[in-house]
């Protein structure tokens, strides 16, 4: 029997904190992991933060909600591995620049 190893994606919260804490309740927090590395402690509020600077540096994946700071260029130049940002709210408007590039937008729907 062969075991396939998939690599999870880095992946950083970028959302004010009691969005996380009402969006992810333990189990959530528990997928999330199973499927992705990072710390979903860390709730980055400010790209340009020292104390959070090594995740955004690191993220592949950018999981937003309400909250979440612009993502301007000088945000992005932080930032050079992203390749998603999933966010978790209605609109983009406040936090995607002209500098994220193009924007696919999809919509997804969880059941209950």
Known sequence: MTV??????????????????ALFDAAALNRLTAVADGDPSLVVRDFADPAVAGAPARAEVLLTGWGCPPLTAEALARMPRPRTVVHAAGSVKHHITEAAGPVRAEHLTRSA
């Open 4 to 21: 396939l190893s998939v690599r999870r994606p880095v992946t950083v919260l970028a959302m004010d904190l009691p969005v996380r804490e």
